[in-house]
């Protein structure tokens, strides 16, 4: 370990949500690292206007909302602003990523997840996405074929991600 990382507290971005499923594994993943590192610092990056944004400040944690959302089945009228909400997660997850400068970036699962995680790979930063389901949303099994390492809760996930980079 260099002797400027010693000094300097770890920061972690950890960026998903939507539901609960992603929302308390991810906290769980802060309280357990802050157990470990107390001076850690974390970001959390969310969705704006969906359940995170209450949970993870009830929880004691920072979190930035992006103008992220998913893919509306049976509605093209509501898909329409879609790429230019996509193009703003972006930009400003790559702005938070470049402000936070962490030394690792954590995908749970969720929209969010995705320009955050994307954001932190072009900005040389270490990503890494922890599935807790035995079966995987759309945004992990995009991201785990670009992450660093997936971090998951069943065996037989293989069949998912590519295995050398899956860790139970």
């Not at 009830?58 to 602003?81: D, H, T, V, W």
């Not at 790559?94 to 995680?117: D, I, K, N, W």
């Amino acid at each position: 370990m260099s002797n400027a990382r010693a000094q300097q507290s770890l920061k972690v971005m950890i960026s998903g949500g939507g539901t609960g499923g992603h929302i308390f594994p991810a906290i769980a993943i802060a309280n357990a690292v802050r157990e470990r590192e107390h001076a850690a610092e974390f970001l959390f990056v969310g969705a704006e206007g969906k359940m995170e944004m209450e949970k993870v400040p009830a929880a004691g944690y920072a979190i930035e909302g992006l103008p992220i959302r998913g893919f509306q089945r049976g509605s093209i009228m509501k898909n329409i602003g879609l790429p230019w909400r996509l193009l703003r997660s972006m930009l400003k997850a790559r702005r938070l990523v470049r402000e936070f400068r962490p030394h690792v970036a954590v995908g749970v699962g969720g929209y969010a997840s995705g320009p955050l995680l994307a954001a932190a790979q072009r900005m040389h930063v270490p990503t890494l996405i922890q599935e807790q389901n035995s079966f995987p949303g759309k945004t992990n099994v995009y991201l785990g074929k670009r992450v660093d390492r997936v971090c998951v809760a069943y065996t037989g996930m293989e069949r998912f991600f590519p295995k050398e980079k899956v860790l139970f």
